[in-house]
């Protein structure tokens, strides 16, 4: 006897929830507030679903649910989202970049690895490349490196004092850097502009990141398109600094323009080609060859 209701797919729920919650985060950043009835008009759901959807982004921080719709967190500069709530934020744009940064890494080198969800989703995407040395700052990305449980893979994770999203900060984590030499640095932000560089809110971690960067030559930094325009406490490095800034093709046109002047390299990754196919389609634009 068969069900008249077929078992639901809870991927496919999942995915389809996802995908509401970027299409009403997305809105609420362009208009700063939205309405439930327009979301729900939007979305082609119930308001039902729309005001669970609210209460899940309202949870994890990312908005804020009012009277009849949302609007946008108030956000300082001194701010710093835990790693679960950063964890709801541009999820398909993160594993895009995650998977076109980790064409970047060659079998063989020593690279560094700082604390952040973009970084972390791109640990998982190098477990296969043989034979790194691995200095990361991250419980998170340790763990993911750490579980794939291969022999010729060597992982140093810093000391320190641990921060909200999970890294690991301060003197003792700067000073187990500045003895290193790194082939590559691969660093997430919490914002970027042309006045401030790359941002964090947290000072320790400001000063634990700028160790990553003196110990290299080719600082790659991986940030969606919603970091531009963001400003934390404390910069990291200029514009200037990165070799190779890895971003989402949702970054405005002007901005690509901006930072295709001041980057070494900027590599566009499509999150609708990563999602479909695992692999990075990506556009790329470098000053050097201009």
Do not use: C, Y
């Amino acid at each position: 006897m068969t069900s008249a209701h077929p078992p639901t797919d809870l991927g496919a729920t999942r995915a389809l929830a996802r995908q509401r919650h970027d299409v009403i985060l997305a809105e609420v950043r362009r208009r700063g507030a939205a309405r439930v009835s327009d979301l729900a008009q939007l979305l082609g759901v119930s308001d039902m679903t729309v005001r669970r959807d609210l209460e899940v982004l309202d949870e994890a921080g990312l908005l804020a649910k009012v009277h009849g719709g949302a609007t946008l967190p108030e956000e300082h500069s001194t701010d710093e989202p835990g790693f679960e709530a950063k964890l709801q934020r541009n999820t398909r744009e993160k594993h895009a970049i995650a998977i076109a940064a980790a064409a970047l890494v060659r079998p063989g080198s020593a690279i560094g690895i700082t604390a952040g969800t973009t970084t972390w989703q791109f640990a998982s995407h190098i477990i296969d490349i043989a034979g790194l040395t691995v200095v990361t700052n991250s419980i998170q990305v340790a763990e993911v490196l750490h579980h794939s449980q291969r022999a010729d893979r060597t992982v140093v994770l810093t000391g320190g004092v641990r921060t909200p999203s999970d890294a690991l900060v301060g003197p003792v984590a700067a000073g187990a850097l500045r003895s290193l030499h790194l082939d590559m640095v691969f660093m997430g932000v919490h914002g970027m502009s042309s006045r401030a560089g790359f941002t964090t809110p947290n000072l320790m971690e400001a000063e634990t990141n700028r160790a990553f960067v003196t110990a290299t030559e080719h600082l790659v930094v991986l940030a969606d398109h919603s970091k531009w325009g963001i400003t934390g406490l404390s910069s990291m490095a200029t514009l200037d600094d990165a070799a190779v800034l890895v971003t989402d093709r949702g970054l405005a046109d002007s901005a690509r323009a901006e930072l295709g002047e001041r980057v070494g390299r900027l590599v566009l990754a499509d999150p609708a080609f990563a999602e479909d196919t695992d692999t990075a389609d990506t556009s790329t634009h470098d000053r050097r060859r201009a």
